[in-house]
T-cell receptor, first 112, second 111 residues
Framework: KNEVEQSPQNLTAQEEEFITINCSYS?????LHWLQQHPGGGIVSLFM???GKKKHGRLIATINIQEKHSSLHITASHPRDSAVYIC???FGYGGSQGNLIFGKGTKLSVKP | DAGVIQSPRHEVTEMGQEVTLRCKPI?????LFWYRQTMMRGLELLIY????????DSGMPEDRFSAKMPNASFSTLKIQPSEPRDSAVYFC?????????FGPGTRLTVL
């Protein structure tokens, strides 16, 4: 069964802390997405990765294909980073954009 | 561009009624996705289209669910008849390359 596991499920941090959220998957993938869902419910795509590392502002996403693992890092966290972070993967190789499988999400709360 | 537009934003209906959710993708995007989000199951892909053609509907839970995309700028997701277990937030998303842009969602409550 193709599975996506995220950890931790819940995370509380103090402002300015360095945060890491993890995502593991069971079989080979062609792409991995990190999404952010705000308390109001809106979903924003943060990164799409197939290898290596990507950085956008204070957010960094890495993926290790051999270990079937990805991490999302937030540097100098801020209360506005409070959201649910969702990992999604597309299993297999090539093919269409569909067939995304989602993790259950990590709920992050950053306290001032 | 206004982004992905969904309507209605909230829908409350009674069991047995027909429900139609609507989505307008971002102009120029050739993929359209319908997702459902519940507390128990998280986000699930229901169906997606490429150039208005349904590609994979294996996530559609039952025959009560149907989706259409009559043209590049409009898609519907219909539930008939609706049941309380269909209560969820339904998201539409569109993409051109791999990045997906999500609409605000429709919160459906079936009483």
């Amino acid at each position: 069964k193709n599975e996506v596991e995220q950890s931790p499920q819940n995370l509380t941090a103090q402002e300015e802390e360095f945060i890491t959220i993890n995502c593991s998957y069971s079989v080979g993938i062609s792409a991995l997405h990190w999404l952010q869902q705000h308390p109001g419910g809106g979903i924003v795509s943060l990164f799409m990765l197939s290898s290596g590392k990507k950085k956008h502002g204070r957010l960094i996403a890495t993926i290790n294909i051999q270990e079937k693992h990805s991490s999302l890092h937030i540097t100098a966290s801020h209360p506005r980073d409070s959201a649910v972070y969702i990992c999604a993967v597309r299993f297999g190789y090539g093919g269409s954009q569909g067939n995304l499988i989602f993790g259950k999400g990590t709920k992050l709360s950053v306290k001032p | 561009d206004a982004g992905v537009i969904q309507s209605p934003r909230h829908e409350v209906t009674e069991m047995g009624q027909e429900v139609t959710l609507r989505c307008k993708p971002i102009s120029g995007h050739d993929y359209l996705f319908w997702y459902r989000q519940t507390m128990m199951r998280g986000l699930e892909l229901l169906i997606y289209f490429n150039n208005n053609v349904p590609i994979d509907d294996s996530g559609m839970p039952e025959d009560r669910f149907s989706a259409k995309m009559p043209n590049a700028s409009f898609s519907t997701l219909k539930i008939q008849p609706s049941e309380p277990r269909d209560s969820a937030v339904y998201f539409c998303a569109s993409s051109f390359f791999d990045e997906q842009f999500f609409g605000p969602g429709t919160r459906l409550t079936v009483l």
